[in-house]
């Protein structure tokens, strides 16, 4: 037998063995010039996260938010009172701080919702930050703003998650040692108010004329109004008041029990229990802000207990 021939030499240019051609990667085709980019990059996500209350210290945050916090490129966060640091020393030594917070007669500058959501969608959009944290006080769900701010990220299609703290809510409640709900003492349901309705708004106090427990937000500056509404007093030239308040048993009167607390688990924490004709009276000459109006038959189970908020 003859040898067999010797091989050909390579010519550059030559196809490739198909067998050798699956081995090598396939680029990806360029996009069209008229193609659009995501607007977000797929591994950014908003974290919406509540610090709980306090303004003594953290305990209140969760372990989750902590967590968060750890993993935050960036943090956008309220006024937290005096703990902002120690919260924000959760956060790692090269993650971006930017303070957004509202507060009534503080020196700052507020900024404004439109601000804050505008400065959400271009942070997540710039691809700088894979964690972008969005930091409240209490809880987000509760007079948070959360959905003035969801809805730009929903526009904008950023992925976010909304994380639960501890709201002055149920705080205000356990300070002061009582439920927010209870059968046996006509507690079936409750329901929270702006304080600020009061004023602007008191027919939404009269919507509420037959729900057992009424938990008043942001009514410290304003009390007295408050109170008029809850006992539906406000004055209007509105004939159709008239017509809702004839309409509608209302369960408070001046007897009916509440209880205000202010600064709930902070170092300026103070409790009072009376009743709707005597709580403004009681609170004269105190600063409220911020604090928890709790009204209905219930609080006659609250009491006025020592309390060690550090343990």
Avoid at 43 to 49: A, E, G, L, P, Y
Avoid at 159 to 179: D, H, N, R, T, W
Wanted: hydrophobic letters at 35%; charged letters at 25%.
């Amino acid at each position: 037998m003859g040898m067999p021939p010797p091989p050909l030499p390579s010519r550059r240019g030559a196809a490739t063995p198909a067998s050798s051609a699956s081995k090598q990667p396939v680029p990806s085709p360029s996009p069209s010039p008229s193609s659009k980019a995501p607007f977000v990059k797929l591994d950014t996500r908003v974290f919406i996260v509540g610090a709980g209350v306090g303004t003594g210290s953290i305990q209140n945050l969760t372990i989750r938010a902590a967590n968060i916090l750890k993993s935050a490129d960036v943090v956008i966060y309220d006024d937290l009172g005096v703990d902002s640091d120690e919260t924000l020393a959760l956060c790692g030594v090269n993650c971006e701080k930017i303070y957004v917070g509202k507060r009534g007669g503080r020196a700052e500058k507020n900024t404004s919702q439109a601000e804050i959501n505008k400065l959400l969608v271009e942070l997540s959009a710039s691809g700088k930050y894979k964690h972008v944290v969005r930091l409240k006080g209490g809880d987000p769900t509760i007079f948070g703003r959360l959905g003035n701010e969801i809805e730009a990220l929903k526009r904008a299609k950023v992925k976010y998650e909304i994380v639960p703290g501890v709201s002055s809510l149920v705080a205000s409640a356990a300070a002061v040692g009582m439920p927010l709900t209870e059968t046996m003492r006509g507690g079936k349901h409750f329901a929270c108010i702006s304080g600020h309705d009061a004023k602007t708004n008191p027919d939404a106090f009269r919507d509420l004329a037959d729900v057992d427990t009424v938990v008043v937000f942001m009514g410290g500056k304003n009390i007295a109004s408050v109170v008029d509404a809850l006992l539906m007093n406000a004055t209007t030239n509105s004939e159709q008041a008239a017509t809702n308040s004839r309409s509608s048993k209302n369960k408070r009167t001046k007897s009916t029990p509440c209880a205000v607390v202010r600064d709930v688990d902070g170092v300026k924490e103070k409790r009072w229990l009376g009743t709707l004709g005597d709580i403004v009276e009681k609170t004269e000459g105190e600063r409220l802000s911020p604090c928890i109006l709790i009204v209905g038959e219930i609080v006659k189970s609250a009491t006025l207990h020592e309390r060690n908020v550090y343990l």
